[in-house]
């Protein structure tokens, strides 16, 4: 069966999904991080986390090898903040406020919820590779989420 993958994207914009920015530390010590919205839970006991990074990242080598990454969960008045780390060139640290969380992975300020993850197992997904991560430690805010639906961001009880 042949797939128009615009179409297939389009389908997928369908389900509305958190904004996230994962960060970590690479070999270096140099802080990296991207914004995805394939954050998922996978278990309670023990507590686990999913995601999933393109093959063809920059970043790859980095999540792969480091010890830890944390997944900050973008809270609805972030939308710049998703933009930034979208962005495949420039530092996008650069000025930015952030805590040093276990492994050294980057905690951002301003978040709805922060989990800090061991890097526990990586799976081949297609054109991704799916990092699944043991919580070690989270935290939780009284802040509204950032989400993306239809190929915009959105935010609770608007549009």
């Known amino acids: 069966m042949s797939?128009?993958?615009?179409?297939?994207?389009?389908?997928?914009?369908?389900?509305?999904?958190?904004?996230?920015v994962i960060t970590a530390r690479d070999a270096a010590g140099m802080p990296v991080g991207l914004t995805a919205n394939s954050f998922n839970s996978v278990s309670l006991d023990p507590p686990l986390v999913l995601w999933s990074l393109s093959l063809y990242s920059n970043n790859l080598a980095a999540f792969q090898n480091c010890s830890h990454?944390?997944?900050?969960?973008?809270?609805?008045?972030?939308?710049?903040?998703?933009?930034?780390?979208?962005?495949?060139?420039?530092?996008?640290?650069?000025?930015?406020?952030?805590?040093?969380?276990?492994?050294?992975?980057?905690?951002?300020?301003?978040?709805?919820?922060?989990?800090?993850?061991?890097?526990?197992?990586?799976?081949?997904?297609?054109?991704?590779?799916?990092?699944?991560g043991e919580v070690e430690r989270y935290e939780r805010f009284e802040r509204p989420p950032l989400l993306y639906f239809g190929g915009r961001y959105r935010q609770l009880g608007t549009d």
Do not use: K
């Not at 797939?3 to 996230?20: K, N, V, W, Y």
């Not at 996008?92 to 061991?118: H, I, K, M, T, W």
């Open 69 to 132: 990454w944390a997944v900050n969960v973008l809270a609805a008045d972030q939308q710049a903040l998703s933009q930034r780390f979208a962005q495949t060139e420039g530092n996008r640290f650069g000025g930015l406020d952030f805590s040093e969380g276990l492994g050294g992975a980057p905690l951002l300020e301003g978040c709805c919820a922060r989990f800090e993850c061991r890097n526990e197992t990586h799976y081949a997904g297609g054109d991704h590779l799916i990092f699944l």
């Open 3 to 20: 797939m128009d993958t615009r179409e297939f994207r389009r389908a997928l914009g369908c389900f509305a999904t958190g904004i996230t």
